[in-house]
């Protein structure tokens, strides 16, 4: 089961799976006791207060692995549009863009797979209208 929500890339509009946990919840708290609680057992023979900053521990590696793997997979898979990179710095996201894309071209496995290569929107440039009075 998945935990993630559908949605369409901002830059090429094909739908993908987006992981939406972007902290511990409860069960990863009960899980961060129960290895503290084991840690301590193992360590000591016995359950001791030695094992709280194991507890500690284990809570911060949590949260530290899931908003790496929230970052992570914020990325697309099929263009390698970054929305959080886009929010810092659009030139940035731009060119990593176009190294995925023109790493994705030269890749035989790409033109071998089920799915063809993205073939991407071009933009419509727009033509002024007014004239120019002399």
């Avoid at 810092?88 to 060119?95: D, F, G, S, Y």
């Amino acid at each position: 089961m998945a935990k993630g929500i559908y949605c369409y890339c901002a830059f090429c509009r094909n739908p993908r799976l987006v992981y939406r946990k972007q902290s511990i919840s409860f069960v990863n708290i009960l899980q961060a006791l129960g290895v503290a609680l084991a840690l301590s057992y193992i360590l000591w023979g016995r359950l001791s207060p030695k094992g709280i900053p194991i507890f500690v521990m284990t809570l911060i590696l949590l949260e530290i692995a899931i908003v790496i793997r929230a970052r992570v997979e914020s990325t697309c898979p099929h263009c390698g549009f970054d929305p959080v990179l886009y929010v810092r710095n659009r030139e940035l996201a731009c060119e990593k863009v176009k190294r995925y894309i023109a790493l994705r071209q030269n890749d035989p496995e790409v033109w071998l797979a089920h799915r063809p290569p993205l073939r991407f929107p071009k933009r419509k440039k727009k033509h002024s209208t007014k004239e120019i009075v002399v």
